[in-house]
């Protein structure tokens, strides 16, 4: 038997990863192996940044007590942003069965919160580059995660010490899934690329 | 001969890409096939996104008028930054051989303009998520990217038609590198991750 060379350009491992990707607001409290955790991380740390500033920070939030916190301010906010929000957005939450609730603040075994530095050139960009790496690699491993942006971040500084000029730009939860969304769609590629005009078919 | 069953996880192949990954400012004019260029969208496409609302939209540029016109407009822009920049970016920037002039504009077979969707929420976030799936992606089929943000970007709308509630995000080169740059280097993993306070070491 011959066996064919691997081709990794063929096995198009990002692309499977990224269709595969669900956002999940359910989660197992299996934990996660600290190795694991750590090379979530160390793909994150590598991302690109303006100026090469690398103004993002991680804390990782174990405890049960503290995940507690986080939720009740996390809900509170959500509370009142539901109150206020959209009809639209309302209608699309409900038909992914999102509420204010966010039970995943406290059922996932890890949070990782992540801060901007926000006095560093292209602050949020370079946070949100970096968060799309670590959510590959969570996926690479096997881990489920949501990026999930709260809508009131201030207390966040006050509870875990954090410097003023850091701000908190998105919780994720990560952990094995205790759900399997269905796939919520994307638009075509037609409906997004253009070429060389906006509106002009790419082919 | 026994081979050993292939392990997905223990290749590491997001850390490999991640890693390896640089920054490039000078390209070969190698053409990309399209069906590579499809690829890398075809993965931004699958990023994740405030209320799955898809804020980002595409133009590809391949032709060498537009593509001087693009860099006319970035060059005068820059040409006023770094009049006004402070000391510390100016002397990182010449460290890495950056200056004003954004050759990499011409050179690049195709040129990503990546326009965000302002009236969406946490557009910001969820564009800069989906190019850090798509440069991942062209790391993967073995070709070079800058994620360029530009510092005037008005010029864009009404160069590309592009309706007023989008605003260009950044312009991404793509193509065969035509350097290799050095590894500019990361913050260790002690230096920006702590356990549940600000400070405290994750080991």
């Known amino acids: 038997m011959i066996l064919p060379r691997l081709n990794f350009k063929i096995i198009m491992i990002i692309l499977r990863l990224a269709m ?3 956002s999940v607001r ?7 192996p600290k190795e694991d955790i750590k090379y979530v991380l160390e793909v994150a740390r590598h991302a ?5 500033r690398q103004p993002w920070r991680f804390i990782l939030v174990y405890s049960d007590g503290l995940k507690r916190e986080i939720r009740k301010y996390c809900e509170e906010a959500e509370k009142r942003f539901y109150e206020r929000a959209p009809k639209d957005f309302i209608d699309w939450a409900r038909s992914r069965g999102i509420t204010w609730v966010k039970s995943f603040l406290t059922e996932a075994p890890i949070l990782i ?9 292209y602050w949020i960009g370079s946070v949100w580059l970096a968060i799309g790496y670590l959510i590959l690699a969570a996926e690479e491993k ?3 995660t949501l990026t999930y ?7 966040a500084n006050k509870l875990f010490k954090v410097p003023e000029e850091y701000v908190l730009a998105a919780i994720i939860p990560i952990g ?4 399997k969304p269905s796939n919520p769609g994307r638009l075509e590629l037609s409906e997004i690329v253009y070429l060389e005009e906006w509106g002009e078919k790419f082919n």
């Open 113 to 121: 919160l992540v801060f901007g530095k926000t006095d560093e050139p």
């Open 26 to 32: 359910r989660y197992l409290s299996t934990p996660i």
């Open 176 to 179: 094995v899934a205790g759900e």
């Open 142 to 144: 096997g881990y489920a």
């Open 48 to 52: 690109p940044s303006g100026g090469n």
């Open 20 to 22: 595969n990707r669900r």
């Open 149 to 155: 942006t709260p809508s009131n971040v201030k207390w």
